[in-house]
């Protein structure tokens, strides 16, 4: 007979979920996937949807935090045709980092925000820590979680300046995410006195 598999925890060879389960029972520490050692995301992207900002701004933010944003290194690890070089400073895209906290116009527009800015803690050449700078670390503690608008502006203003060549100036992009968060404010308030 040629060798074929076959489930060796029951007598006929067949798998079936009773004997799946069985199995767990009986072997618990069977199989078990390997334990990661090292830092993860898993709290960040939960904290994405906790940010008091438009539902569509808590996506943004969970799709930066996974590295699912499509900047041009991501798209070339994908096999995409185009270079790799950013468009709004010349220098190599080499990750989502780059755009939204390294290159000259994302600092500046950090630099001009209230969110106080340090190189030794914040932006820093991690996306991780500055995510973790933004959710939890800025003090005094901002209710308004204005971040979230001026990281989503800052990649407005660099698919415009992709797709359409237009360079936003990085005090016009402070001034659009300060406007749009305190008219999503102001329209929660008043959505709120309505429900009463």
């Known amino acids: 007979m040629a060798d074929k598999d076959g489930w060796h925890f029951k007598n006929n060879g067949k798998y079936t979920v009773k004997s799946g389960y069985q199995v767990e029972r009986i072997y618990p520490d069977r199989e078990k996937p390997p334990v990661v050692f090292g830092p993860t995301v898993d709290i960040l992207k939960a904290h994405c949807w906790k940010i008091r900002c438009p539902p569509k701004i808590k996506h943004f933010l969970w799709q930066l935090v996974t ?11 994908r096999e995409i045709p185009g270079d790799i070089v950013c468009a709004r400073c010349g220098a190599e895209e ?11 116009p994302a600092l500046q527009t950090w630099a001009l925000s ?3 800015t340090n190189p030794n803690m914040f ?6 820590v500055n995510m973790d700078h933004l959710f939890w670390r800025v003090l005094p503690q901002m209710e308004d979680h204005q971040f979230a608008w001026i990281l989503w502006y800052i990649w407005k203003g660099r ?4 797709f359409s060549n237009m360079d936003v100036d990085s005090l016009d992009t402070l001034k659009l995410a300060d406007t749009e968060s305190k008219l999503w404010a102001e329209s929660q308030i008043l959505t709120d006195e309505k429900r009463v």
């Open 67 to 77: 590295w699912c944003i499509a900047v041009k290194k991501n798209l070339h690890k």
């Open 94 to 104: 080499k990750s989502i980092n780059h755009v939204f906290f390294e290159c000259p």
């Open 123 to 128: 932006p820093t050449s991690s996306l991780f």
């Open 159 to 162: 698919n415009n300046n992709v």
């Open 114 to 116: 209230k969110i106080p």
